[in-house]
């Protein structure tokens, strides 16, 4: 997670020349995948799952590509007063940013971005005078403080949707598609689970929560949704299911699913049980409420 999410801080922040933002856009394709591979070997072992990983790679130059497409449009101004020079150290130092290191200059720079600069290879005259712009240029201070916010969203978004995906594709293979395995070493299955559950991470945050921060959404009165993979890929509620979303997709053993009432006593699904255990829950899907409008 942390690997991508400082990708995209330098494909978001550091966008002066084209090859540079091809690059980056690689770079995240390749880690998306690997968040894939991640997801798709942490329940289970499934040879070779058959996956889109391409799809991914192509979901990172997207990203790079739209990403250098509104850094041109919100933040051209700002090179054309400081240079590209100094807008790139600006994008260098401040993607941490927070409004204490915006105060005006009294001696020197703050602790935090000396080592910043240092790290970066920055010359600290350089930054110095990267300081002074950001104290003093509005839009520049804008582009410290609010757009880095905007990359981190969506890097935390789509690498948790390509892990849940992986979980998703591997549950979906598992066992079912003979020529998944590999011929040579027959393939058994170490562990089976008959159902899935999206669970929330539930505190104030949690869209939904009556109490918290957000109390209008769906996440929180959809948290311990149960059902099979392929009706939750069916129903397109593969996590994430909004922006910045942390449900994960948790598998049910057939243990729990019976003390549950979920299964008959041949360990077949209850379907009528399954419906009656997610009633207060299905609607919000049915509805359209989750995921949330206009995410997908």
């Known amino acids: 997670m942390r690997r ?7 494909v978001w922040m550091r966008g002066l020349s084209s090859r540079l933002w091809r690059r980056m856009g690689v770079e995240v394709g390749k880690a998306l995948v690997d968040s894939h591979q991640r997801g798709a070997s942490m329940y289970m072992t499934v040879p070779n799952v058959r996956a889109d990983l391409d799809a991914f790679r192509r979901r990172g130059m997207e990203m790079a590509t739209v990403a250098e497409a509104e850094t041109g449009r919100r933040y051209g101004n700002v090179a ?9 150290i600006l994008y260098l130092l401040f993607f941490d940013a927070d409004p204490a290191n915006v105060r005006p200059v009294r001696r020197g720079i703050p602790a935090a971005i000396s080592r910043r600069a240092a790290f970066n290879d920055i010359p600290m005259a ?44 591997a549950a979906i293979s598992e066992g079912r598609d003979p020529s998944v395995a590999d011929p040579m ?19 104030r945050r949690t869209r939904g929560n009556p109490n918290g921060d957000f109390p209008e959404g769906s996440h929180w009165q959809v948290n311990g949704y149960i059902s099979t993979m392929e009706e939750i890929v069916r129903q397109d509620c593969v996590p994430p299911c909004g922006w ?3 449900a994960a997709l948790v598998p049910v053993g057939f243990e729990r699913a019976r003390r549950l009432g979920l299964l008959r006593d041949d360990d077949r699904i209850d379907w009528e049980a399954l419906r009656l255990y997610n009633q207060t829950r299905q609607p919000y899907i049915d509805n359209g409420l989750y995921p949330d409008r206009g995410f997908r």
């Open 80 to 88: 054309a007063i400081h240079g590209d020079e100094l807008t790139a």
């Open 126 to 169: 350089a930054a110095r005078r990267a300081f002074e712009v950001i104290t003093e240029d509005d839009v520049a201070r804008d582009l410290a403080l609010s757009f880095p916010s905007r990359s981190r969203l969506a890097a935390r978004t789509e690498v948790r949707r390509a892990l849940n995906v992986g979980i998703a594709d």
């Open 4 to 10: 991508v999410e400082g990708m995209m801080d330098r």
């Open 185 to 203: 070493r027959p393939f058994v299955r170490e562990v089976t689970y008959p159902l899935w559950e999206i669970r929330e991470i539930m505190d």
């Open 244 to 246: 910045n979303c942390r």
